[in-house]
T-cell receptor, first 113, second 111 residues
Framework: DTEVTQTPKHLVMGMTNKKSLKCEQHMGHRAMYWYKQKAKKPPELMFVYSYEKLSINESVPSRFSPECPNSSLLNLHLHALQPEDSALYLC????????????FGQGTRLTVV | TQLLEQSPQFLSIQEGENLTVYCNSSSVFSSLQWYRQEPGEGPVLLVTVVTGGEVKKLKRLTFQFGDARKDSSLHITAAQPGDTGLYLCAGKVYNNNDMRFGAGTRLTVKP
């Protein structure tokens, strides 16, 4: 099983809304990632969690707040977003270590209006 | 400057032709991955290369990892329209969980 499940698949939110993106994996992976992907661009790293602790934050604005409540779950809390934050948000997981590959979810297509 | 330089960024070829996509860096990688992504979907893993000089084959796709573990290539033989998509290389810099992507190669194979 190499499945990473992301919900919702699509989300439309206003600039004053608060919403959360969810990601779940049951592969026992202890590294989990959030990426942002704009149209016709590659995924850009936002956050990395290792052993449920935030290990990398790529200078992401505070309106994006990640949370890793346990080794299977990863959330991304959204508040006061801007229209330019509209993008495909991808979650991934991998075993720890440099020689390991990451597996991706299907993504959440976020539109901020 | 991107950590992984991928080229070409766009490629349009006829069915049956061969092609090669390159992924280069000045950094040493513990491993490099190749992914394929369809519009609106997440990247799907094609292969991971770990050992310098390694060659892996997946049907008509051949992947190579450079001896110094700084570069990789993807060669497709006799391309088919079903190969159309975005191909992405990605890697973790040595001893790190930080995985970065190249700019991607958007391949179109015309029937």
């Amino acid at each position: 099983d190499t499945e990473v499940t992301q919900t919702p698949k699509h989300l439309v939110m206003g600039m004053t809304n608060k919403k959360s993106l969810k990601c779940e994996q049951h592969m026992g992976h202890r590294a989990m990632y959030w990426y942002k992907q704009k149209a016709k661009k590659p995924p850009e790293l936002m956050f990395v969690y290792s052993y449920e602790k935030l290990s990398i934050n790529e200078s992401v604005p505070s309106r994006f707040s990640p949370e890793c409540p346990n080794s299977s779950l990863l959330n991304l809390h959204l508040h006061a977003l801007q229209p330019e934050d509209s993008a495909l948000y991808l979650c991934a997981s991998s075993p720890l270590g440099g020689s390991t590959e990451a597996f991706f979810g299907q993504g959440t297509r976020l539109t901020v209006v | 400057t991107q950590l992984l330089e991928q080229s070409p960024q766009f490629l349009s070829i006829q069915e049956g032709e061969n092609l090669t996509v390159y992924c280069n860096s000045s950094s040493v990688f513990s491993s490099l991955q190749w992914y394929r992504q369809e519009p609106g979907e997440g990247p799907v893993l094609l292969v991971t290369v770990v050992t310098g000089g390694e060659v892996k084959k997946l049907k008509r796709l051949t992947f190579q990892f450079g001896d110094a573990r700084k570069d990789s290539s993807l060669h497709i033989t006799a391309a088919q329209p079903g190969d159309t998509g975005l191909y992405l290389c990605a890697g973790k810099v040595y001893n790190n969980n930080d995985m970065r992507f190249g700019a991607g190669t958007r391949l179109t194979v015309k029937p």
